[in-house]
């Protein structure tokens, strides 16, 4: 049987995890505009699994950004400027790539209050994406806090699915560090039954 690579394994990865983006934000926004239409707040999974993707693969977290804002104005019905506000808005959530570097990928996942900031950050930075693109297409500074104020919502969201799959082993964890990990282990399980 031919070994995955791991350029196949990110891709199957990545398309798994923009699976779970776009079937969430469906779900999201149909139970937003149908049974809730009257509501000013959303919710977004953009941020979460955003957060999520550049803790195992980094810079490839531009795919689910782009594409969750693109998808979340296409499920609302925007025009043009709501899919640029949040298809590149939500790119400026790669700024928490530096800091993730500086800290450590390691270091941020093993440590509940670092991994908590660090999807809060991602969180804030779309938002603050969104409102600065807001601004420099013309809209008021009125217009730019609202996308700050009525995702406020998912500030919760995105800070109780990071604590979730913190949990979880190899889930919040860059997966070439996982990968090494898992054959380690496997290794030193197999020095021992001898």
Not at 96 to 111: F, H, I, Q, S, T
Not at 115 to 125: H, N, R
Request: include cysteine.
């Amino acid at each position: 049987m031919k070994q995955m690579t791991l350029s196949q394994y990110r891709t199957i990865d990545l398309g798994i995890l923009l699976g779970v983006l776009a079937v969430s934000q469906f779900f999201i926004s149909v139970a937003t505009y149908q049974w809730f239409p009257d509501q000013l707040y959303v919710v977004s999974p953009a941020a979460a699994i955003t957060a999520l993707v550049m803790m195992r693969w980094g810079g490839w977290a531009a795919i689910h950004a782009a594409s969750a804002g693109l998808l979340f104005s296409c499920l609302s019905g925007g025009g043009w400027q709501q899919f640029l506000i949040y298809g590149a808005g939500n790119l400026a959530a790669l700024a928490a790539l530096p800091v993730l570097r500086k800290l450590g990928k390691e270091r941020v996942r093993k440590d509940v209050l670092l991994s908590l900031g660090f999807g809060l950050g991602v969180q804030v930075l779309m938002q603050l994406g969104r409102g600065v693109l807001a601004m420099i297409l013309g809209f008021g500074w009125e217009a730019a806090l609202g996308f700050i104020t009525t995702d406020s919502l998912s500030v919760i969201f995105t800070l109780f699915i990071t604590w979730i799959v913190r949990q979880a082993d190899g889930l919040f964890e860059d997966q070439k560090h996982y990968l090494l990990r898992l054959q380690s282990e496997h290794q030193n399980e197999g020095r021992e039954q001898f």
